[in-house]
């Protein structure tokens, strides 16, 4: 049972590493604009990983469940992070994505429709950086964080300062959607509406033949992929080999007003939206290796290492290692006790073994002894 639990956790550190390199590229491939068929496979693969971390999160909840621990699990385990990294994630994010693709691309939004789907997924999809917070499982080895004390102080302040972040972003973006604060999905239904106006008022104007329309089409807006009036294609950007190939159903929004259609290009949004995402992700990278690389070795430094030497005099009779106290740090408290540590209790044991001619033991060192350090 305790290999195929190792082989579990051996697993889900694999899948962790896995997820974020598999993040950075689904947006990176939207900022870059790849090709249809290799932005699909990231979908793919997102809905895989949400589905397992989904699994994961249901299965650690429901055996801490069994075991009456589930609110210990939930809260000081982190399982809230496991939760928050799958569950809506998959509801609302890769699982409408992928079933979408099932479906053949055949769900398309109004235009109304796709840019509220486009802020609760932008919304959504910043949790996705809380992922990162698992990750600190892979260094629980590492060198500095030997020490319980260290491990727990190290993961509590990444815990802190990520989801300060991550709830931070969450809250301004739901409310920029419902105060109307400006925002590119704002502006381009603004801009938009008025060219839809635009279009339907010029093509009113008598005298104007199919050619000269889709000329007009053409030159207005680079966003304006079709145009249909009564199920007739008037105008279209691209031909269908090249809409199939760098057009998935998520990169166009569908407006209908009276016969007429349009569909617009709304890949610069999407990119948008993928450069804030990798942002966060780098700003969130940065924060944990900070606290991991420069944090944890300080910490260490000012407050495992003093411990861990005086704790060692304390219950070994043969252990008489000062702690060193570097200069700038005289002054912490830390330092203070190890400072009395050094001069009074060191002395104190050195003098108590020199008295009975053999190595001191705790017991050789009377309260009152005790008393006079504190004194």
Known sequence: MEK????????????????????????????AGWNWD???????????FDSLFTIEFLVRYFSALGKGQAGKYFLEGRGWIDFLASIPLLLLNSGPAFLSLLMGGGVVFGLGSMLNILKIVKAIRIARVLRLLRILKI????????SVMAQRHITKINTISITAFVTTLFIFTLAGGYLSLPNPESTAAERYANEINTFIGLSNVGGISAEE????????????????DKGQTLFSRFDNPTYSLLFGPGDFAYFEKGSWSFFFDIRKLL?????????FFLVVIVLVLSYLVYYSPHFALTVTDPVHVMRRGFSDSSYNLEV???????????????????KEYLTLKQRSSAERGAGPTMSDLSLDDIQDLLE
């Open 213 to 228: 329309q889709a000329a007009v089409f053409g030159a207005f807006d680079k966003d304006l992929l079709i145009v249909k």
């Open 271 to 279: 990119r948008i939206q993928s450069v804030y995402n990798l942002l």
């Open 139 to 146: 260094f629980r080895r590492i060198k500095y964080t030997g």
């Open 38 to 48: 290799i932005r699909r496979n990231f979908i793919i693969t997102g809905f895989i």
């Open 324 to 342: 060193e106290i570097p200069e700038k740090y005289r002054d912490d408290d830390i330092y203070v006790l190890a400072d009395l540590y050094n």
């Open 4 to 31: 195929l639990k190792n082989f579990f956790e051996s697993f889900i550190v694999i899948a962790i590493l896995l997820v974020l390199v598999q993040t950075f590229l689904e947006d990176f491939a939207v900022l």
